[in-house]
């Protein structure tokens, strides 16, 4: 259980409000288990080191009409979008015609990406990969340094390969062009104590530290600790202040471990 954060800005006047993100996980092979999701933590973890607030994720089938409502809705409600999966050149790759359609924009054929596909790969080049270089007309072409192939983003919608592998390493240009926000710390404290004896001792902390969000994560059959209890924000000072005032509740011989 966690209880969320409150904005900084509310408590104390210091930090803006950060900036919010949704995720759009595409793929008929999630949703039937075939293939396991692996990019969303990944995701998660890197926005908030960017100061960027993950507050949905949205799993949906390859299916136009469906990536496109749900583009349309959380585009509108989040600064940023991400999607994954779906950007390849088979027949079930429908997420640039789903982003466009969002967007109410048509689908066209870039030409900076369709002469790299050709000089990639050369004679053996073929309609099927020229796919690959539909973009949704009006969108831009990503860059970083350590990844050859470009991002396609349209207004605050990023469109991600599914492939775990790929995706980390587009993520390269979504922190090249997103850096600049305050990132989230966090700590955290390990004890041999059951969440039902914590809960008490937690309470006073989430009431003082408001700022801070108190997540309580027990640990089945582990004979170092039976649950981990973290403490996130933007302010290291409060995130140090309510974890050290959660450790000085506790009893003699607790905590076991601290980060």
């Known amino acids: 259980m966690i209880a969320p954060a409150c904005r900084l800005d509310v408590v104390s006047g210091s930090l803006p409000p950060p900036k919010t993100a949704a995720a759009l996980v595409i793929g008929n092979e999630l949703l039937s288990g075939k293939i396991e999701e ?5 995701l998660a973890r890197t926005l908030r080191s960017l100061g960027i607030e993950l507050r949905r994720v949205v799993m949906v089938l390859d299916d136009v009409d469906v990536i496109a409502r749900e583009v349309k809705e959380l585009s509108a409600s989040h600064d940023w979008v991400f999607t994954s999966g779906g950007v390849g050149p088979t ?5 640039v015609h789903a982003v ?9 054929e870039d030409p900076t990406l369709a002469a790299m596909l050709r000089e990639h790969y050369q004679e053996r080049c073929t309609d099927g990969h020229l796919q690959m270089a539909l973009v949704p007309e009006g969108a831009s072409l990503e860059s970083h340094d350590s ?5 396609i983003r349209l207004g605050n919608t990023w469109l991600l390969p599914g492939v775990p592998e790929i995706f980390r390493m587009k993520l390269a240009v979504v922190v090249d062009r997103l850096a600049g926000g305050v990132g989230f710390v ?5 004890t041999k104590m059951d969440e039902g004896d914590l809960k008490a001792l937690l309470d006073q902390v989430v009431e003082r530290f408001p700022d801070v969000g108190v997540g309580s994560y027990p640990k089945w059959q582990d004979p170092a600790y039976k649950t981990k209890l973290t403490f996130d924000g933007r302010d ?8 050290d005032a959660f450790i000085a509740l506790l009893p003699d011989g607790e905590p076991q471990r601290v980060e």
Do not use: Q
């Not at 027949?91 to 997420?95: I, K, N």
């Not at 966090?186 to 390990?190: D, E, I, W, Y």
């Open 236 to 243: 290291p000072a409060r995130v140090d202040a309510a974890r």
């Open 38 to 42: 692996a990019n969303v933590h990944v």
């Open 186 to 190: 966090s700590r955290a404290v390990f």
């Open 91 to 95: 027949h079930d790759d429908v997420t």
């Open 147 to 151: 990844v050859r192939w470009p991002t």
């Open 100 to 108: 466009a359609r969002a967007f109410g924009a048509k689908v066209v």
